[in-house]
């Protein structure tokens, strides 16, 4: 039996997924994906908002100093993130 009161209620107010990174998410570098797979394991296996964006992480070397920019999926919560390197393949 489905038990109606427990739902999350960013599925029902479709907020799960946001446009930009905010400062407090994790996130994990994205290697080559299909992107329809990559978001259907995401709303079925975690349960807090998430996103796919970049990130610029600065290299420093003793040649240069550059940044790169980086395509990764962030988590607002840990768990989350645990779960998708653990699991997602």
């Known amino acids: 039996m489905i038990d109606i ?3 999350n209620p960013m599925d029902w107010h479709n907020t799960r997924y946001i446009s930009s990174i905010p400062a407090h ?3 994990v ?6 992107p329809l797979a990559l978001l ?4 079925q296996n975690t349960s807090g908002r ?3 964006g970049f990130v610029q992480i ?3 070397t003793k040649e ?3 940044i790169i920019e980086e395509k990764v ?3 607002e919560d840990p768990q989350d993130l645990t779960i998708f390197t653990l699991f997602y393949k």
């Open 58 to 60: 600065k290299r420093n």
């Open 25 to 27: 998410f994790v996130f």
């Open 5 to 7: 009161y427990k739902f």
């Open 29 to 34: 570098k994205l290697q080559e994906y299909n």
């Open 40 to 43: 259907s394991w995401v709303e």
């Open 50 to 52: 998430y996103t796919i």
């Open 73 to 75: 999926i962030a988590f």
């Open 64 to 66: 240069s100093n550059t």
